[in-house]
Nanobody, 119 residues
């Protein structure tokens, strides 16, 4: 069984920074794409950033040049550095990954971590 566990959320003032982490565990052979989504109250979940196994990245337009996604394949971990945070970045952030495991291929989600940007 594969599990994704996020950490690093919290309360931060506008203009501040946070670093989110998501560690995958279980009988993992390989992790392909790793993604960060977010969902604000009353809104649909949206893709914020993605990274391939080889480090190619993509970002949602509103976070370009402010957020940075990275990964450590040896640790099965993906990170999201959030800089210059704005109140509209407030949301629950979810980790998502395409994983090849002992039971085959699957898409997995973490439980989410709350990011609140407020003065």
């Amino acid at each position: 069984q594969v599990q994704l566990v996020e950490s690093g959320g919290g309360l931060v003032q506008p203009g501040g920074s946070l670093r989110l982490s998501c560690a995958a565990s279980g009988s993992i052979f390989r992790i392909n794409n790793m993604n960060w989504y977010r969902q604000a109250p009353g809104k649909e979940r949206e893709l914020v950033a993605s990274i391939t196994r080889h480090g190619n990245t993509n970002y949602e337009d509103s976070v370009k040049n402010r957020f940075a996604i990275s990964r450590d394949n040896a640790k099965n971990t993906v990170y999201l550095q959030l800089n210059s945070l704005k109140p509209e970045d407030t949301a629950v952030y979810y980790c998502n990954a395409d994983v090849i495991s002992q039971i085959g291929g699957g898409n997995y989600w973490g439980q989410g971590t709350q990011v609140t940007v407020s003065s």
